[in-house]
């Protein structure tokens, strides 16, 4: 009975929605907003025009990822609200599971995980770094870098039993976070507007280019890095 | 530069997550430089983030409606940050974040980044509201936080599909035909679940409930009026007052049950939170009966309705039994009990009688009847608590003693309530400017978009 | 190109109720990360390369992983 | 047509919901309409023939997707997990408290207080 | 001679002072207390009738006045009068009850200052305003009575609020309609209103205010629990004063908003909304009067009798005729004095016996002459007895109705006033006379201040019963005011249409009487004084003897007449808890359940919304 109900609200909730789309556009044919078109352009402020990778210079924001312009750059005052949600979502988690002990599994890790982590991480942290450094250029950045790492450190946590992190995680996550406001009011002492890109925007493409970008993207990836492994360990506490 | 309003306590946070104990002292002194700074700023300017003008960046609209509204929450947070006893260890650096948030709910003038804004202040609530006693309400909140986020995301996609860009001011002006019904309609159940609005709002009395005084407390007051101030600029600057009639119904709904729901309750926050509920529902039925005197008295009465509560809530968390001992906490709590039924000396009357003054003029005979009906329900439930504290006869065994700084407080609160009750401009004056900043969207729109 | 995206479309949606009815609770976590891989799959069909390493890293890799350790804190599956 | 598929994914989260009495089971479902919301708005950003918005050597010029879903859509994800993190850690709470995740012998064990 | 303003001015603050002094020394705060109401006492007496005076401002466009009136000054003087009495009364008393003395005097000061506030307003709204003050005043003292009296101040509240908001949404719907608030204005643009309809629903939702506050048949429940179990003396406060309050806005409902001219006469004159509201008070005499007989809590039993007074008055007022009009407001005093005088005589009872039970109680005779004298007149005029001035008002609300031809009511009214012969012998016999119970052998009588204002009431009712002048010459001042031909008297003697009544000489017939029948009594051999335990009971000896009094049960050959009569306590009662079950059902449905219930609400609002808005 209790099936049939829910069955009958959800057939009317998804009528709802399907109702909705003689508004939107048929799927694959959506024209480009006037937003989106700026900032593919990259001239909001009138000063851009067609980029072309490798040749066009200091543009008003160099990153060659246009998502991660937006993200970093144009919008990037979410991104600073997105980092926030993942701070208190550690902090939270820290609060709501504060064990003391690392809690062991009781069996020791068998000998392939063991050898096997030894090799791989090594790799996972390179491969994270890579993601998040060049977050300007190719896809992924800061938040996926730092995921990848806390992946490496919870394959830590599986493989041996003794492994836990102290408060190393909690400065890491305080540090870059700061740094990541404090470019932002550089900016605002600079230029009196909050997280404007002060460094020259160099050429498309190259990794020293799009101005404070690589940086914050750096910085996130850190932060969100050192918070991911922050919940893991939590997880890993008990009593 | 309104931007330090939300960086100052983010950066406080930030720097204090490795020692979250020490964070209690720095708590006051973070709130007052944001008192301070906001002082200084002039309300009208718009600054954009980043450097990139309205439609196409994140813009904070600093207007007299938000400048007064973060002038009240400000205050909320500094008199709850000059009490530490209700603050339990590790949760000020909490608090500092759900400052940052609050404000930013205020500033922004982008719905995505409002919706941003609202998850943090959402997640930090989910933290707020967990205590060991009653870790089911804050993951019902939680769960019900999560939907309600999706939903009014889903809100923001279809306003940005709609008008081609996420900034309130142009969603206002050229939001195309069609759109208007459905965004209002998921922005409402998105923002309907903060807003205590009746069939969304069922974590209420659980999460009040928490056991932890902090919870109610910063829940009931600050972040309630900050949803509000929400719901009033979406639904009237940008919506111009589109979705408004529907509210006014749910808004009767809530009062009406939320105050059948307090009768039968035993426990007196349980009972608050009801009251808590009633009140916000009296006040968005009031904001919708629309035009801007309506506006101006229902945040009228949202103000004396917070100052009622800080109080009440202050006193059900910390003492819940008779008031012999602390004298000053039990004359608070019978001023605030007072004021929100609508005694003459007291604040709650006087906005009862312009809401009720209003709604005749308007012709609405529905809404003075219910509220007059809630109030004599109201009236049943808050004087059995006051009989009940001030004449019980158990002297509980553990002597809770309020500390001297909350009765400082207590009493500050009170004595406002009753100078407000007699001469009403203070909040009059503060709720006109909320109203005027709301109504004028020509002003809004000629602000942040620089007259395109 | 449509029919892929149909494809992994019923795919998702089929590994997302087997997920909701699983009756062991590990059955439903592994349903739900294979669901988040499909979403990178969709995703990369639908030219977004960014959000499916961010799919990949956080969706499919970090919520399942939480989820297995909070199920294996509270003492296996003993639901 | 992913909207479709979109739309259905949020029905069967929803169904999730309100079907299944183990308390985890919610927080799946809570993923699965977060997942479901995502797909939709990349969908809207979609458009047929044009690459992925990235300068690079093979897409020197600009002929790309709408690029604004996509970045919103990076922040909504991390706010799913996010929220998800936290839920978890509550429901070990809950687990702690009632020794149980399904929702009746709760309301029955909260009622005995 | 200080305005009115700084009047209600001085009693606000002079109720934080009281506090602070009877916090020092409760004999001195009770002082100040008595002197501060006499004072007041003093003013409003020779207060000038039309003095006006601005008050403070609330809606932008029509300012708060206050104006003398000879309705509002008549009304005041009563009350200030019983209230002052009360005042020194309880100087004494204070000191011996476990009452929080020191809130106790500061919340009757804010009490008078709402009461002086409502009957000097000139428009609704002040009304309302101060009504609520003296709500709030009075709420404050009652839960620090008996243990039931906690409940008792929780009903009260609410079965005034449900009058005062009835009243509040008249007064707006007033102020939409005509903009403007003040009496005068108000009863213009009345009598000119085309619609019937409105005049109805405004004049009987102001009405029902003073139905709520003085008791009248639907809103009379909270009178039994709360004049019951308040404290002792403040009963004598609240059935002597505040109950006069609700006539008061019915004065003004039925007199100063002319329902004779608003309304075309239904029955020999009397408009047909006048006449639902007589017939209200017939109700409430005769529920009064059969369930005061039944009560054993003699406080309880006043309690009833007051509902029964308040529809003697509701009927005088209903009448709308020059004598039945002037009976109604004679008996608003008569009943002001007695009830005072008989629940403070009660509350000297109760403090040296501690006990409201008349069957725990016997004999006090002999060691509380002078109580027993106070109630003994408080009775007779509460009955209507000839010398007292009880009598004069019954006397011409009879009239009246007999020349306005409502039998019917006359019966009704007629059955009532022979009821209060019965259910006020009840406590004379259960309290005063009978044997004297062993464990109230010590009882002395009460100290000197209290015995003063209680003689002083004694001497008051007599004076007015002989002498009727002074109200009498109020209450032509009052007939000319509102517009009704007023009654012909001089001095002692009042002219009605059935002919005159010389209230002198019925006194003179009366002592002379008295004289004769005390002198009988010297002469003739008293009867053989048997002391109670000289009994013939056949050989077995009486041990206990207080079985013998009689004062248990002692109309139980009547109350069986009607046992199961409908109680309106349980009705509402059942009322309330149908609002409570629904405030649970939604408490469980949408707060209590599990997350799915919400996701379930969520739904349901989208898919309402959804089929509504498309």
């Not at chain 1, 246009?66 to 939270?92: H, K, N």
């Not at chain 1, 976070?177 to 404007?196: D, M, P």
């Not at chain 2, 928490?210 to 309630?224: A, F, K, N």
């Not at chain 2, 101030?229 to 589109?242: D, E, Q």
Request: avoid cysteine.
């Amino acid at each position: 009975m209790r099936r049939f109900i829910s069955i009958v609200i959800v057939f009317g909730l998804i009528m709802f929605f399907i109702n909705t789309l003689s508004l939107l556009p048929k799927y694959g044919s959506v024209n480009i907003s006037k937003v989106s078109e700026a900032y593919i352009d990259k001239n909001v402020n009138g000063n851009g025009g067609n980029v072309k990778y490798n040749e066009s210079e200091s543009l008003e924001n160099g990153a060659a990822n246009v998502v991660t312009s937006i993200v970093v750059d144009y919008r990037s005052f979410d991104t600073l609200g997105e980092v926030t949600v993942l701070f208190t979502a550690a902090l939270g988690v820290s609060l709501v599971l504060n064990g003391i002990r690392r809690k062991k599994y009781g069996r020791r890790p068998n000998f392939i995980l063991r050898v096997s982590v030894g090799i791989l991480l090594p790799l996972i942290i390179l491969f994270g770094t890579y993601i998040f450094i060049h977050g300007h250029l190719t896809p992924g950045g800061g938040f996926p870098g730092g995921t990848i790492i806390a992946a490496g450190i919870l394959l830590l946590y599986l493989s041996n039993e003794e492994f836990d992190l102290s408060k190393t995680p909690k400065f890491v996550e305080g540090i870059s976070g700061s740094l990541y406001i404090v470019t932002g009011l550089v900016g605002l002492a600079i230029a009196g507007v909050f997280l404007i890109n002060f460094l020259p925007t160099g050429i498309v493409g190259d990794l020293f280019s799009a101005g404070i970008v690589p940086i914050v993207y750096i910085l996130i990836g850190f932060k969100v890095g050192a918070e991911l492994s922050g919940i893991v360990a939590d997880l890993h506490r008990e009593g | 530069m309104s931007a330090l309003l939300i960086i100052i306590p983010l950066l406080a946070g930030f720097l204090f997550i490795p020692f979250k104990e020490k964070a209690k002292y720095i708590l006051p002194l973070v709130v007052i430089t944001t008192l301070i700074i906001l002082l200084l700023l002039s309300p009208d300017q718009t600054n954009a983030m980043g450097g990139w003008k309205a439609p196409f960046g994140i813009v904070l609209v600093l207007d007299s409606a938000s400048y007064y509204s973060l002038l009240v929450v400000n205050i909320v947070f500094l008199l709850i940050s000059l009490m530490p006893q209700i603050v339990e260890k590790g949760y000020s650096v909490v608090l500092l974040i759900l400052l940052a948030s609050t404000n930013g709910l205020v500033l922004t003038g982008d719905i995505f980044n409002s919706f941003v804004f609202l998850e943090i202040t959402a997640v930090a609530a989910y933290i707020i509201a967990f205590s060991r006693k009653n870790p089911y309400g804050a993951f019902k909140y939680l769960i019900l936080g999560g939907i309600s986020g999706a939903f009014y995301l889903l809100g923001a996609i279809y306003a940005y599909i709609g008008t081609g860009s996420l900034n309130f001011a142009d969603i206002s002006v050229n939001i195309k035909e069609g759109f208007l019904p459905i965004v209002a309609l998921l922005i409402f159940i998105g923002i309907g679940v903060e807003s205590k609005i009746f069939p969304l709002a069922g974590w209420v009395p659980d999460v009040y409930d928490s056991g932890s005084p902090l919870t109610p407390v910063i829940l009931g007051t600050g972040v309630t009026f900050t949803i509000m101030y929400l719901f009033g600029r979406i639904f009237i600057t940008v919506f111009h007052g589109y979705f408004l009639d529907v509210v006014f119904i749910f808004g009767l709904l809530t009062i009406v049950l939320g105050e059948l729901a307090a009768l039968r309750q035993n426990k007196l926050i349980k009972a608050l939170a009801f009251s808590s509920i009633a009140q916000a529902g009296l006040v968005l039925s009031t904001i919708s009966l629309g035009g801007y005197e309506a506006i101006k008295f229902g945040y009228f009465h949202l103000l004396n309705d917070i100052s009622a509560k800080l109080v009440l809530f202050i006193i059900a968390a910390t003492i819940a039994h008779n008031f012999t001992e602390n004298k000053i906490a039990g004359v608070s709590f019978s001023i605030a009990s007072f004021s929100l039924i609508g005694f003459p000396l007291f604040a709650g009357f006087r906005s009862k009688l312009l809401i009720l003054q209003l709604a005749f003029s308007k012709d609405n005979y529905l809404l003075p009847a219910v509220v007059l009906f809630a109030t004599v329900i109201e009236a049943a439930y808050i004087l059995k608590w006051n009989i009940k504290l001030w004449h019980s006869t158990n002297t509980g065994e553990e002597k809770q003693k309020i500390s001297w700084n909350v009765n400082l407080i207590l009493l500050i609160v009170a004595l406002l309530i009753i100078f407000i009750g007699i001469f009403p401009d203070l909040y009059l004056k503060m709720a006109q400017n909320i109203a005027d900043g709301l109504t004028n969207y020509r002003a809004y729109v000629t602000n942040v978009l620089g007259g395109m | 190109m449509t029919g892929v995206t149909i494809f992994v479309g019923i795919l998702i949606i089929i590994s997302a109720i087997f997920a909701v009815e699983a009756k062991k609770m590990l059955d439903s976590f592994i349903a739900l990360s294979l669901m988040s891989l499909l979403t990178v799959f969709l995703f990369v069909i639908m030219k977004a390369p960014d959000v499916a390493i961010t799919e990949a890293a956080v969706g499919a890799g970090l919520a399942t992983a939480v989820l297995v350790l909070a199920l294996n804190k509270m003492g296996g599956d003993s639901q | 047509m992913v909207y479709y598929i979109a739309f259905i994914l949020i029905g069967v989260g929803i169904y999730g919901f309100l079907t299944q009495k183990n308390l985890f089971k919610h927080l799946v479902s809570l993923t699965i309409v977060d997942t479901a919301v995502n797909i939709f708005i990349i969908s809207l950003g979609y458009i047929e023939g044009k690459e992925a918005p990235i300068y690079s050597k093979y897409t020197p010029i600009a002929n790309f997707v709408d690029p604004l879903p996509q970045a919103l859509v990076l922040t909504a994800i991390v706010i799913g997990v996010g929220t998800l993190a936290l839920g978890a850690s509550l429901l070990i709470k809950v687990y702690e408290k009632y020794g149980t995740l399904d929702v009746e012998q709760i309301a029955t064990k909260e009622a005995e207080e | 001679m200080i305005s009115l303003t700084n009047l209600i001015l001085v009693f606000l603050i002079g109720s934080i002072v009281s506090y602070l002094l009877t916090k020092a020394n409760k004999i001195l705060g009770s002082i100040f207390n008595f002197l501060l109401i006499s004072y007041a006492l003093y003013v409003v007496w020779n207060i000038k009738v039309g003095h006006e005076e601005v008050l403070f401002r609330i809606l932008r466009d029509v300012e708060r006045t206050l104006k003398v009136t000879n309705l509002g000054k008549y009304f005041a003087i009563v009350s200030l009068i019983v209230i002052s009495f009360v005042a020194f009364f309880i100087i004494e008393w204070i000191r011996k009850k476990d009452i929080k003395p020191a809130a106790f005097n500061s919340f009757l000061l804010l009490m008078v200052s709402g009461i002086l506030g409502v009957f000097f307003s000139n428009d609704l709204l002040t009304l309302y305003i101060f009504w609520e003050i003296a709500v709030l005043g009075s709420f404050l003292i009652v839960p620090m009575g008996k243990k039931e009296s906690k409940r008792a101040a929780i009903i009260y509240v609410v079965t005034s609020a449900i009058g005062s908001y009835m009243y509040l949404f008249a007064t707006f719907s007033i102020y939409q309609r005509y903009g403007i608030l003040s009496f005068e204005q108000v009863s213009q643009y009345l009598a000119n209103d085309s619609s019937n309809l409105f005049k109805w629903f405004v004049i009987l939702f102001i009405a029902s205010a003073g139905i709520a506050k003085s008791g009248i048949f639907p809103l009379h429940t909270w009178l039994r629990i709360t004049h019951g179990n308040a404290p002792d003396a403040f009963s004598a406060v609240l059935s002597g004063q505040l109950v006069k309050m609700g006539s008061y806005v019915l004065a003004i409902a039925l007199s100063v908003f002319p329902t004779t001219q608003l309304f075309s006469s239904f029955y020999h004159g009397v408009p047909l909304l006048n006449y639902v509201l007589i017939w209200l008070g017939n109700i409430s005499i005769l529920i009064g009067t059969f369930m005061a007989i039944r009560q054993n809590d003699m406080k309880q039993l006043i309690a009833f009798s007051s509902i029964a007074n308040g529809g003697y008055i509701l009927v005088g007022l209903g009448i709308m005729n020059s004598i039945g009009y002037a009976g109604g407001l004679f008996h608003v005093f008569n009943h002001a004095i007695a009830a005072a005088m008989i629940f403070l005589s009660f509350a000297a009872v109760v403090y040296r016996t501690g006990t409201t039970k008349i069957d725990e109680m016997g004999g006090l005779i002999w060691r509380m002459p002078w109580t027993f004298v106070t109630y003994l007149v408080g009775i007779i005029s509460l009955a209507g007895i000839p010398p007292t001035s009880g009598f004069i008002s019954k006397w011409m609300i009879f009239s009246s109705l007999v020349s306005k031809g409502m039998f019917i009511t006359l019966a009704i009214t007629f059955i009532g006033s022979v009821g209060s012969f019965l259910y006020v012998f009840r406590p004379l016999a259960g309290v005063f006379l009978g044997q004297l119970k062993r464990k109230h052998s010590d009882v002395k009588e009460v100290p000197i201040i209290m015995l003063v204002p209680m003689l002083l009431f004694v001497i008051l009712t007599i004076l007015i019963g002989v002498y009727p002048k002074p109200v009498l010459d109020s209450i032509v001042s009052i007939e000319n005011e509102v517009g009704i031909k007023a009654i012909e008297h001089s001095g002692t003697i009042i002219k009605t249409p059935l002919g005159q009544w010389n209230t002198l000489t019925v006194f003179t017939m009366f002592s002379v009487g008295f004289i004769i029948a005390a002198i009988l009594y010297m002469i003739f051999p008293k009867g053989k004084k048997v002391d109670l335990t000289d009994q013939y009971t056949g050989g077995e000896y009486l041990y206990n003897y207080d079985l013998y009094h009689y004062a248990t049960g002692f109309y139980r050959f009547i109350e069986r007449l009607y046992d199961k009569h409908p109680s309106f306590e349980k009705l509402y009662e059942k009322l309330v808890s149908f609002f409570r079950y629904i405030g649970y059902f939604t408490y469980k449905l949408v707060y209590k359940t599990s997350p799915s219930g919400y996701v379930f609400w969520i739904t349901i609002v989208i898919l309402i919304l959804f089929w509504v808005r498309w």
